[in-house]
């Protein structure tokens, strides 16, 4: 079955760094694109970036862009998110999705892991 | 960027009830590409709808989808104790764009 587990949450000052991973399983990895999805609390989901199934194409939300970037070891069955410059409003838990299908750049999400809950706090 | 507009906020039903769910966008949704997700509290979102109208894998057939261009319905027939829990839409035909959700809880 396709799982998604995600890691490198954590506490972060503003400013502050981190890099998140997905170690993803039951699929072959590297025919699909792959996204970053983030909830803040309470709040609805919010798509943060996608990549191709090559790692040859990027896309980022307006919000992120310039501060985050993802990438993917598709060897390693992969998928990382790097975030810098870090946010009080970043704080979310952030989820690794798989895209559906046969959808090229704009799709919908058809598994996701659990999440990792990244916290920006002084 | 298009603007997906959920409603009601809450609705308040009891099981065996019929729920339906609204989504409008500020445009319309290219092709059609309009999907729906279950979120309960502590996991994360599940897919139940896509392509408007398409049921994703293991999704029990009380659960249903219509609607094109701007306006998009989520139905649940009769509600189980289990479908108590938030719904999103989500349009994947320019960019990709959530409402801001429907809560569906106990009257």
């Known amino acids: 079955q396709v799982l998604l587990v995600e890691s490198g949450g954590g506490l972060v000052k503003p400013g502050g760094s981190l890099r998140l991973s997905c170690a993803a399983s039951?699929?072959?990895?590297?025919?699909?694109?792959m996204s970053w999805i983030r909830q803040a609390p309470g709040k609805g989901p919010e798509w943060v970036s996608y990549?191709?199934?090559?790692?040859?194409?990027?896309y980022y939300a307006d919000s992120v862009k310039g501060r985050f970037t993802i990438s993917r070891d598709n060897a390693r069955n992969s998928l990382y998110l790097q975030v810098n410059s870090l946010r009080a409003e970043d704080t979310a838990v952030f989820y690794c999705?798989?895209?559906?299908?046969?959808?090229?750049?704009?799709?919908?999400?058809?598994?996701w892991g659990q999440g990792t809950l990244v916290t920006v706090s002084s | 960027e298009i603007v997906l507009t959920q409603s009601p906020g809450t609705l308040s039903l009891s099981p065996g009830d019929r729920a339906t769910l609204s989504c409008r966008a500020s445009?319309?949704?290219?092709?059609?590409?309009l999907a729906w997700y279950q979120q309960k509290p502590g996991q994360a979102p599940r897919l139940l709808i896509y392509?408007?109208?398409s049921r994703a894998t293991g999704i029990p057939d009380r659960f249903s989808g219509s609607g094109s261009g701007t306006d998009f319905t989520l139905t649940i027939s009769r509600l189980e104790p289990e479908d108590f829990a938030v719904y999103y839409c989500?349009?994947?035909?320019?960019?990709?764009?959530f409402g801001q959700g429907t809560k569906v809880e106990i009257k």
């Open positions: 392509g408007a109208t």
């Open positions: 990549i191709s199934s090559s790692g040859a194409t990027t």
């Open positions: 989500q349009q994947y035909g320019t960019s990709r764009t």
């Open positions: 999705v798989r895209d559906g299908p046969y959808c090229g750049a704009d799709c919908y999400l058809d598994y």
């Open positions: 039951g699929f072959t990895f590297s025919d699909y694109y």
């Open positions: 445009q319309s949704v290219s092709n059609n590409h």
